[in-house]
């Protein structure tokens, strides 16, 4: 087996888990009031066709540099600003099946992907068919190249990383397709998930030894990977859809808005109604 390569078994565990969803694609015109403090669940990519944009992370200042495609992880928080007008492609998209605290490990700042002979075609196919700024609806063929890219972004991505960490990412997807039933059964109850001894049974294992195997995929026990995707799930439905923040807070499984208010602000540092509309703005602005 080549270095690198996937087991058969865990090959085929990643094809039935693994999932890229496009959720936003679209060329908007980005000025003075593209200044926000973004922290997503999904990840983003940005293509300028020229300078004077800029993200900023922990610090760091990282130019969106023109002709090139960044790429920004799900839950690495930044900050952007612009010295001048700058066209801005963007695509915004979600990547499950792999554990949250894997995801965080890895990626923990924005990426600058290496000029390729590979996605540049794909980029390019993306940005035809975007149109004028905001102006036009991608239909399938655009949804399509889109998803392409988004692929073909996150393996890119993947290929960035250390051959330890590309060792220890396929360690720690190995042990998460062993837990699938229960991250499975834990995502269709999220308002009341199972607790740890049915899970361990979804997954053959003796509760104590469900638990070791759970902390060590995922990096956090069940009931705390609960929480993680309540928040996440919560943070979808409140920019893309039009529920109430009640309505989210039930569907999601908190008690009440102020339980749920409490605990998202905890992981995101916005309480619910911030950071839907911090977010809504970000999303018609780029």
Not at 15 to 30: D, G
Not at 116 to 132: E, H, K, S
Not at 178 to 206: Q, T
Request: charged share 25%.
């Amino acid at each position: 087996m080549e270095t690198g390569a996937l087991p058969v078994s865990l090959a085929d565990g990643l094809l039935r888990h693994f999932r890229i969803e496009v959720v936003e694609s679209k060329r908007m015109e980005i000025g003075a009031l593209w200044r926000y403090d973004l922290q997503s669940p999904f990840w983003r990519l940005y293509a300028h066709q020229r300078s004077g944009a800029s993200v900023t992370c922990a610090g760091r200042a990282f130019p969106l540099l023109p002709g090139r495609i960044h790429l920004i992880p799900s839950w690495v928080r930044f900050q952007t600003g612009t010295t001048r007008p700058v066209l801005q492609d963007f695509l915004h998209f979600y990547v499950t099946g792999f554990p949250p605290s894997l995801i965080r490990r890895l990626f923990d700042r924005p990426l600058l992907l290496p000029a390729d002979g590979a996605i540049d075609p794909l980029c390019r196919r993306w940005q035809a068919g975007l149109g004028g700024n905001g102006e036009k609806e991608l239909g399938f063929t655009g949804l399509a190249w889109a998803s392409a890219l988004a692929h073909a972004a996150t393996a890119m991505a993947m290929e960035s990383l250390s051959a330890d960490d590309r060792e220890a990412s396929l360690r720690a997807l190995a042990g998460s397709i062993d837990i699938g039933p229960a991250l499975e059964a834990i995502d269709r109850s999220l308002a009341s998930p199972p607790d740890n001894p049915v899970l361990a049974r979804l997954c053959d294992m003796s509760t104590d030894h469900f638990i070791r195997r759970f902390r060590g995929a995922v990096g956090m026990t069940p009931a705390q990977y609960g929480i993680e995707r309540r928040i996440s799930i919560a943070a979808r439905r409140l920019t893309s859809e039009g529920k109430t923040i009640d309505a989210v807070a039930e569907e999601t499984g908190f008690t009440d808005r102020f339980h749920f208010s409490r605990t998202f602000k905890a992981r995101l540092g916005l309480s619910p109604a911030a950071y839907r509309k911090i977010q809504r703005r970000a999303s018609a602005a780029g």
